[in-house]
C-alpha cells in the first residue's frame, strides 16, 4: 500500500477545494483548455496514491502541461518528489507560477521533448496520453509545437523503449490511453474514473 500521510495543511489547501478552484491559479485561455488536456483533481489524488509508493519516490508526468498533475499530487502525498517535462516553454512557465503560488518545494518543471530524458533517473510514472494530440484533428491545445501522425508512432515508440528498460516493480498511471500501446511487462493493477484512469506495475 502506498505511504499514508496527511495533505499539507497551509493556505495551499483552499485551491484543491474543486477543479474550478485550481484552475483559477492560471489565466483564462488556460482554464478553458482544463476539461480536455489538464488532469481532474480527482484523478491526480488516485493516481498519487498508488505512485508514491514509498517515501521519496521521484514521479516522472511525461507531457505535464501547466503542470496539475505534478502540483496536485504534491498536495496529496506531499512525502514523494514530482517532475513535469514538458515541451511547451509557456506552459512550463504558468506551471512554475503556480507551484511559486502554492508554495511547493517536492515539484519540479523541466522544459524539454520527453525523449531528451533518460527514465531511470524516475521511479515511477504518470502518463496522460499526451501524444495524441499528434493524431487529433481538433482541441489541440495550441499550434506553437509540431503535429504528425510520425511523431505520434516515435513518442509512442520511444515511450514503450524506456519502459521496456525500468526496473521491476516500476510503477504507471495512464489516463486516457489505450493498454495496447503498453508494454507487455506492465499489468494492470486497478482503475478508476470508468476504467479511464488505469494503474499499471511491471512484473
Not at 136 to 162: F, G, K, M
Request: proline share 4%.
Amino acid at each position: 500500500m502506498p505511504f499514508e500521510t496527511t495533505a499539507y495543511s497551509s493556505l495551499s489547501d483552499k485551491w484543491f477545494i474543486s477543479d474550478a478552484q485550481f484552475n483559477s491559479l492560471y489565466p483564462e485561455p488556460i482554464q478553458l483548455l482544463s476539461k480536455t488536456h489538464w488532469t481532474p483533481l480527482g484523478a491526480a489524488k488516485e493516481a498519487a496514491r498508488f505512485l508514491a509508493a514509498e517515501k521519496g519516490d521521484k514521479i516522472l508526468d511525461i507531457g505535464s502541461g501547466v503542470g496539475k498533475f505534478c502540483l496536485a499530487a504534491a498536495h496529496y502525498q506531499p512525502h514523494a518528489s514530482y517532475y513535469g517535462v514538458e515541451q511547451r516553454k509557456h506552459l512550463v512557465d504558468h506551471a512554475e507560477a503556480a507551484r511559486i503560488c502554492l508554495g511547493f518545494e517536492n515539484v519540479s518543471f523541466i522544459h524539454a521533448n520527453f525523449t531528451t530524458l533518460d527514465l531511470k533517473l524516475y521511479r515511477h510514472f504518470y502518463f496522460y496520453n499526451s501524444f495524441y494530440e499528434n493524431i487529433a484533428p481538433i482541441n489541440r491545445i495550441d499550434e506553437t509545437v509540431a503535429y504528425s501522425n510520425e511523431l505520434y508512432h516515435r513518442y509512442t515508440r520511444r515511450l514503450l523503449l524506456q519502459l521496456e528498460a525500468m526496473p521491476e516493480g516500476t510503477r504507471l498511471a495512464t489516463l486516457c490511453c489505450s493498454e495496447e500501446d503498453m508494454p507487455a511487462d506492465f499489468h494492470v493493477v486497478g482503475s478508476a474514473f470508468e476504467d479511464y484512469l488505469k494503474f499499471w506495475i511491471k512484473i
